[in-house]
């Protein structure tokens, strides 16, 4: 399984930015699918994700900002960042967890200037 990420930029605080994550094959059986995000210096933290096609975990920090969302039909993962502050800077990946394992996408990175 392939997990091809997209959408990361340069956008100024309070902007918005869409990540996209398109799967080689169908997330509709899968686990959960979410998006995590590694600052330098830091550990990769989870950001959001579904579970099981329906609950959703965010992050403490994201809440209210970062909506998750799937499309079936293009096997794709969404994650759309509202009021963007500058530590939402980190590279940005994708993971998918299938009953048999799991993968990561190739990260995206995001910046937001002050």
């Known amino acids: 399984v392939q997990l091809q990420a997209s959408g990361g930029g340069l956008v100024q605080a309070g902007g918005s930015l869409r990540l996209s994550c398109a799967a080689s094959?169908?997330?509709?059986?899968?686990?959960?699918v979410g998006w995590y995000r590694q600052a330098p210096g830091k550990q990769r933290e989870l950001v959001a994700r579904i579970i099981s096609g329906s609950s959703t975990n965010y992050a403490d920090s994201v809440k209210g900002r970062f909506t998750i969302s799937r499309d079936y039909a293009k096997n794709t993962v969404y994650l759309q960042m509202n009021s963007l502050k500058p530590e939402d800077t980190a590279v940005y990946y994708c993971?998918?967890?299938?009953?048999?394992?799991?993968?990561w996408g190739q990260g995206t990175q995001v910046t937001v200037s002050s």
């Open positions: 094959t169908s997330i509709f059986s899968i686990n959960s």
């Open positions: 993971k998918a967890a299938y009953p048999w394992r799991e993968f």
